[in-house]
Structures are given as structure tokens and as C-alpha cells.
Nanobody, 113 residues
Framework: QVQLVESGGGLVQPGGSLRLSCAAS?????MGWYRQAPGKDRALVAG???????NYEDSVRGRFTISRDNAKNTVYLQMNSLKPEDTAVYYC??????????WGQGTQVTVSS
């Protein structure tokens, strides 16, 4: 099973930016960033194919950019123009989720003034 470790979260003001990283212990396939806000279900935010084709949830399209470095087994999420409603714990795993990949501990993103 591939282990995943997310990092890069933090507290940022509305309109700010953060870059999340997801480091995998082995090779990665199609991957996704998911988030879970308090009281809500975990949901896909952005996905990226092995070849780099990206897809986004409507609320983040144009603000978030997912990318990957296959040589480093790492997936990134650049988040710009952050809004309070982006506050959540962010996770990465395969897209769709698979038993071949773990869910990491996630990284907290808090958007607040």
C-alpha cells in the first residue's frame, strides 16, 4: 500500500495563497486532492491523470491548480484567491480512492481574517 503524506496547510487571510504537497512512498497513478470541512462529507476538489490532465470542482476552478511530479512521486495543489469557505482539512489519495493508497492525516487549511 502506498503511503501518502500531506503538507503545506496553514492559516491565511482571504485572498491569500497556499501550496499543498502530497508525497507518496511509491509510484502514483491518477491522483486527487479532497477536502473535508466540519460537518461535511469529504469531497474531491481536483484530480489529475497520469498524463497531467486536470479536472476541478466548480467552486475552485480558476483558483486552484493541481500538478504532479512523477519523478518525485509528489502531487501539488496551488491554491490562490482563497476564501473562508475553502477552510477544511485537505487530503490526497488516488482518484478514485483505492485500497492501494492510504488516506494521510491531511493538512489543515484555515482561511480567516
Amino acid at each position: 500500500q502506498v503511503q501518502l503524506v500531506e503538507s503545506g496547510g496553514g492559516l491565511v487571510q482571504p485572498g491569500g495563497s497556499l501550496r499543498l504537497s502530497c508525497a507518496a512512498s511509491g509510484s502514483i497513478n491518477a491522483m486527487g486532492w479532497y477536502r473535508q470541512a466540519p460537518g461535511k462529507d469529504r469531497a474531491l476538489v481536483a484530480g489529475i491523470s497520469i498524463g497531467g490532465r486536470a479536472n476541478y470542482e466548480d467552486s475552485v476552478r480558476g483558483r486552484f491548480t493541481i500538478s504532479r511530479d512523477n519523478a518525485k512521486n509528489t502531487v501539488y495543489l496551488q491554491m490562490n484567491s482563497l476564501k473562508p469557505e475553502d477552510t477544511a482539512v485537505y487530503y490526497c489519495t488516488s482518484e478514485p480512492p483505492s485500497d492501494d493508497y492510504t488516506w494521510g492525516q491531511g493538512t489543515q487549511v484555515t482561511v480567516s481574517s
